[in-house]
C-alpha cells in the first residue's frame, strides 16, 4: 500500500522543516559561552539530562527498526531519527560539557517536543485510517500511538535541564511553580503513558510470558509514589519512592534482557538476527522505564534541595 | 520427505518439535486388550486419545499415514508436500462428483490438521437444533450449551488467536491469543464489508500469533495448507499427539486398518491393520473410529461379518448416507494496487454475515467467506481447470497474481440419503474394497451457492476490484455419514459417538456431523471429541462401559 498525497505531503513538509531547523541550528553554531554567573544548577542537572538521553537513546534505535520496518513509506518517517539523535547528542553534550551552545541545544529540544507532537497527529491519524477505524486490531497494529509521545517526553526533560542550569536560585521554579514538583509529576504522567502503552502490546502478546506482567505491577506504583511526592508537603527525603525508581530503573534494563530472549524464541532465533529484531519483542522500548526512572530521581533531587534550602532560610 | 517406513516404534515416537529428535512412547503389546483402541489420528482421533489417555486409559492409536517432523520434512514447496494428502484409489459420482484431495483428506499423524488453513470457528448456537429451530436438517442430540465448554478447552489447548471481540454468536471467554494482523488480501474483505455494511472480523486461528512452548510466532510464510515447517501452527500434530503420549498413548504410524473383528456376542475384539508388510491384530476393550468421513463408513462396511451383513452399527441403514460437504464457489477480482495474497495465512479476515442473517435468503443454511490466499501452483491450478486457460493465456493471467484477490465460502450443504459413501468392488493395495463417493447438489444447494458468488462479488467491486469472475467446482470439508442423533433407527450412534448396535465401538470425528453448518469443522470436531472423552470418563466411573 502506498502513502496517499496528502499524507505524504503532510509528510514531506514535517520532513522539511526538521532539516531547515537542523540547518539553521549549525549555520547559527557558536564557540561556547562560559556562562557570565555560575548557575546554581550548573552542574546538577545532569541526572535530567542522562534521562532525556537515556529516552532519546530508546526512541532512536526504537523508530528507526519500526520505521525501517515500515520501509519509510512516508517522508516524515526520517523525522525522529533525526530529532531523537540531536535530542541525544545535546543531552550528551551537556553532561560532558562537550562545546555545544546553549540555544542549539534548546532548538534540539523543542524539535524534538514538536515532531513528537507530530508523530502523535500521523501515528492517530494511522489507526483511523484503518478498515475498522479504532478498534483493537488497529491499535495492534497501527502505528504505536504511545511511542511519538517519549520523544516530546525527551525534548521537554532535555529543555528542563537547561532551564535548571540557567536558574541562579536555589530553588527553581517551572512554570512559576516549584521545578522539583513539576518534574515529579510530569514524571509520573510519563510513567503512566510508559505504562499503557507496554500494556496494550504486552495484551497483544497475551501475557504468554508471566513476567509481562512485570511492567505493569512494578511503575504504576512508582508514579504512585512521584505523584504523592509532588504534591504531598515538602520532605527531604524519599528513601521508598527511590528506592522503588531504582527498581523501576532495573525492570526496564531486564526488559532488554527479557525481550531478547523473545528475539530468540522467534523462528531462527538470533540466528535469524535480521528478521527476528524487526519483529521479535523491540529491544530498544524497555529502557524507556529507566529513563523516567532517572527523571523521577533527578526530581527527587529537586524536591529534597528545595526543602534543605528551606530550612537554611528558616522555614 | 517420504518417510515410507514407519517411525513411531520400538518404545519412541518422533519428536515434532526438533530435527531427527525421538519422544519416549509407551508399548503395548498386541495381545493384551487395551482400553481404547482408535483408528485415525487426525482432529477426532488424536485429541480423543490425548484426553482419554490423560483420563487414565490405555490407548493405542493407528495412522494411515506417516508420522513427520514438521521442521525437517515440511518444504517450502508446494510439488513436494503433495504427500501430505490421501491421494489412494477412491471413485467419485453422481452429478457433482467431489474431487478427493488436498482440500478434504489428509494421511499422516495429526491427519488433515497438518494442512488445514488453521480456522477456528463455532458452530450457530441453533445449528444444534437445525430441524426445529431453522427448518431445515436435523437436529444434533446435543445443544450448543453442552458444547460450549468444550469449545472453550480446544480454543484453549490450541490457543486460538482470535479479536478481542467476535462479532458472532453468543457472549464467550476471550480467545487465548489476540489476532494477527490482518494482511491485504483480508483487507479487501474488510473495506468490501463496510461497503455493504456487513461486519467482518480477523479470523480466529490456530497459528500462534506469540510465543507458546516450543512453538514460534507465525511468520506469515503463507504454506498454510501446506505443513507448517515453523511449528507456529497448532494442528493435532503438535498439540493433542505430544500430549497424548506424555500421557502414555501409543501412536502406530504407517499403519492401515482393515478390519474390527466382532465376537459372536456382538463385540468389538480388536482390529486387523497392515504395518511392515504384515497383517497384525491389536486386542482391545473399546474400538474407536475416527478415519473422517470417507474412512469412518469404509472400515465399518468393510468389516460386514455374519453377525452384522451390512456392516458394523449399521442397522439403520444409516452408515455412509448423508454425506455433506462445503460448497467453495469462488469469487475473483483484480486490483490497481498489490495484494501479495500470498503473504501470512491464507484466510486472515471473515463475515459470517450470512450465517447469522435468516433474512433475505432463497435458500435455508448459511455460509462464511473469508479472503483468500493461494499460493502460485494452486492459482495455476484453479486458472486451468475452471477458466480453461493454457499456454499464453494462463502466463499472462497468472501475470496478474499479486493483484489478485478473491472470497470462497464455507457453504452448508444439505445432508441427503443419496449422497453418500459406498463400497466399490475395485480393491487397493491392502486387498481392501475401496470407497465410492457419491454427490449431488440439491436445488437449495445450487441456490446457496449463486448467491454466496451474487454477494461476494457485489463485495469485491465495492473494495474496488474489477474484471470479477467466478468458479463453482470447488468444494472443502466431507462431513456427515456416520450421524449421531437420539433415535437408533434415524442415527448411527448416539451423543456421546457410542454405536447403537455395537456398545464397544465408538466413532468420534466429522462423520458424526447430522448437518455441516457454514463454517470449517476442525474446532467442532475437536470439541465434541473433548466431550465425548469426557463422558466416557465418566461412564466407566458408573460402570457403563462395556468390559470385552
Redesign the interface.
Known amino acids: 500500500?502506498?502513502t496517499k498525497p496528502l499524507p505524504a505531503l503532510a509528510g514531506g513538509v514535517v520532513l522539511g522543516a526538521v532539516v531547515g531547523v537542523v540547518m539553521r541550528a549549525v549555520t547559527e553554531a557558536q564557540p561556547s559561552e562560559k556562562p557570565a554567573t555560575r548557575s546554581y544548577h550548573a552542574d546538577k542537572p545532569t541526572g535530567l539530562s542522562g534521562a532525556a538521553a537515556l529516552l532519546a537513546a530508546s526512541v532512536l534505535a526504537d523508530s528507526a527498526l519500526e520505521h525501517y520496518r515500515g520501509s519509510f513509506e512516508n517522508p516524515a518517517m526520517v523525522a525522529p531519527l533525526i530529532s531523537s539523535a540531536l535530542t541525544l547528542g545535546s543531552s550528551a553534550g551537556r553532561i560532558f560539557s562537550l562545546s555545544r551552545t546553549r540555544p542549539s541545544r534548546q532548538k534540539a529540544f523543542v524539535l524534538s517536543i514538536a515532531v513528537g507532537a507530530a508523530g502523535l497527529g500521523f501515528h492517530i491519524y494511522n489507526v483511523f485510517k484503518?478498515?475498522?477505524g479504532l478498534s483493537?486490531?488497529n491499535l495492534?497494529?497501527g502505528a504505536p500511538v504511545g511511542a511519538p509521545a517519549a520523544l516530546s517526553i525527551s525534548g521537554w526533560l532535555g529543555l528542563a535541564a537547561e532551564r535548571l542550569a540557567a536558574q541562579a536560585a536555589p530553588a527553581p521554579r517551572f512554570f512559576g511553580l516549584p521545578a522539583g514538583r513539576v518534574l515529579a509529576a510530569f514524571t509520573s504522567l510519563a510513567l503512566i503513558g510508559d505504562v499503557a502503552e507496554v500494556a496494550l502490546f504486552h495484551?497483544?502478546?497475551?501475557f504468554?510470558?508471566p513476567f509481562m506482567y512485570a511492567p505493569l505491577a512494578l511503575p504504576p506504583i512508582a508514579a504512585g509514589l512521584l505523584a504523592k511526592a509532588a504534591v504531598a508537603p515538602i520532605a527531604k527525603t524519599h528513601l521508598l519512592t527511590r528506592a522503588w525508581l531504582w527498581t523501576t530503573f532495573l525492570l526496564g534494563m531486564a526488559g532488554t534482557g527479557f525481550h531478547a530472549y523473545?528475539v530468540s524464541?522467534?523462528?531462527g532465533g538470533w540466528r535469524n538476527w535480521s528478521?527476528n529484531l524487526i519483529?521479535g519483542p523491540p529491544l530498544p522500548a524497555p529502557p524507556s522505564f529507566s529513563a523516567l526512572s532517572v527523571a523521577g530521581l533527578a526530581a527527587l533531587s529537586l524536591i529534597e534541595r528545595e526543602a534543605h534550602a528551606g530550612d537554611r532560610q528558616g522555614r | 520427505m517420504s518417510p515410507e517406513t514407519p517411525r513411531a516404534k520400538d518404545g519412541r515416537a518422533p519428536d515434532v518439535f526438533s530435527r531427527g529428535g525421538w519422544t519416549p512412547m509407551r508399548d503395548y503389546a498386541l495381545s493384551e486388550p487395551v482400553d481404547f483402541l482408535i483408528v485415525g489420528a487426525g482432529a477426532g482421533g488424536a485429541t480423543l486419545g490425548c484426553r482419554l489417555a490423560e483420563n487414565g486409559f490405555s490407548v493405542v492409536i493407528l495412522e494411515a499415514g506417516p508420522f513427520w517432523r514438521p521442521l525437517e520434512d515440511f518444504a517450502s514447496d508446494e510439488l513436494a508436500q503433495q504427500t501430505l494428502f490421501w491421494t489412494d484409489d477412491r471413485l467419485i459420482a453422481g452429478d457433482d462428483p467431489i474431487a478427493l484431495g488436498g482440500n478434504n483428506s489428509g494421511r499422516g499423524v495429526g491427519g488433515s490438521t497438518v494442512h488445514y488453513s488453521m480456522i477456528a470457528l463455532r458452530f450457530r448456537p441453533e445449528w444444534f437444533k437445525c430441524r426445529s429451530q431453522l427448518g431445515y436438517g436435523f437436529d444434533w442430540p446435543i445443544t450448543y450449551d453442552d458444547l460450549a465448554p468444550y469449545y472453550e478447552e480446544a480454543e484453549e489447548a490450541l490457543k486460538v488467536a482470535g479479536p478481542v471481540n467476535y462479532p458472532w454468536g453468543p457472549p464467550r471467554r476471550r480467545y487465548p491469543y489476540r489476532p494477527h494482523e490482518v494482511n491485504a488480501a483480508g483487507l479487501v474483505l474488510a473495506r468490501g464489508a463496510e461497503k455493504l455494511g456487513v461486519g467482518w472480523a480477523a479470523t480466529p486461528l490456530t497459528t500462534v500469533s506469540a510465543p507458546r512452548g516450543k512453538s514460534p510466532p507465525c511468520v506469515y510464510r503463507g504454506f498454510c495448507n501446506y505443513g507448517c515447517s515453523t511449528n507456529a501452527k497448532q494442528s493435532a500434530l503438535t498439540v493433542w499427539i505430544p500430549r497424548a503420549l506424555r500421557a502414555g498413548a501409543q501412536v502406530r504410524d504407517l499403519a492401515m486398518a482393515g478390519r474390527i473383528d466382532i465376537d459372536p456376542r456382538g463385540r468389538a475384539t480388536g482390529v486387523e491393520y497392515f504395518r511392515e508388510g504384515a497383517w497384525r491384530f491389536q486386542h482391545a476393550r473399546n474400538v474407536v473410529v475416527a478415519g473422517y468421513a470417507i474412512e469412518t463408513p469404509r472400515l465399518l462396511l468393510n468389516s460386514a461379518c455374519p453377525l452384522f451383513p451390512k456392516g458394523l452399527a449399521n442397522s439403520s441403514g444409516l452408515v455412509g448416507t448423508h454425506l455433506t460437504t462445503h460448497a467453495g464457489p469462488g469469487a475473483w477480482a483484480t486490483f490497481d494496487e498489490a495484494i501479495r495474497w500470498y503473504k501470512g495465512p491464507p484466510n486472515m479476515a471473515v463475515t459470517e454475515h450470512w450465517n447469522y442473517t435468516d433474512q433475505g435468503k432463497d435458500f435455508v443454511g448459511g455460509y462464511a467467506f473469508m479472503s483468500q490466499g493461494p499460493l502460485p501452483m494452486a492459482w495455476a491450478q484453479t486458472l486451468a481447470t475452471t477458466r480453461g486457460l493454457w499456454g499464453a493465456a494462463l502466463r499472462d493471467e497468472m501475470r496478474k497474481y499479486n493483484h489478485m484477490a478473491g472470497f470462497v465460502p464455507v457453504g452448508e450443504t444439505e445432508p441427503r440419503a443419496q449422497n453418500c459413501v459406498t463400497l466399490a468392488d475395485d480393491v487397493d493395495q491392502y486387498g481392501l474394497r475401496i470407497p465410492k463417493v457419491i454427490f449431488s447438489y440439491s436445488e437449495n444447494d445450487k441456490r446457496l451457492q449463486r448467491h454466496a458468488v451474487a454477494f461476494m462479488s457485489e463485495m469485491l467491486a465495492a473494495a474496488g476490484g474489477y474484471d470479477i469472475w467466478t468458479n463453482f467446482k470447488d468444494t472443502s470439508h466431507l462431513l456427515g455419514t456416520c450421524r449421531m442423533g437420539d433415535d437408533p433407527t434415524t442415527s448411527v450412534v448416539d451423543a456421546d459417538g457410542r454405536s447403537w448396535d455395537i456398545p464397544n465401538l465408538w466413532i468420534c470425528d466429522g462423520s458424526l456431523f447430522p448437518t455441516c453448518g457454514g463454517v470449517n469443522p476442525s474446532l467442532t470436531i475437536q470439541a465434541l471429541a473433548c466431550r465425548i472423552a469426557d463422558r466416557i470418563s465418566r461412564l466407566a466411573a458408573t460402570g457403563s462401559l462395556a468390559s470385552a
Open positions: 500500500m502506498r484503518r478498515p475498522g483493537w486490531l495492534f497494529y495484551f497483544r502478546g497475551a504468554q510470558n523473545g524464541r522467534a523462528m528478521q519483529d
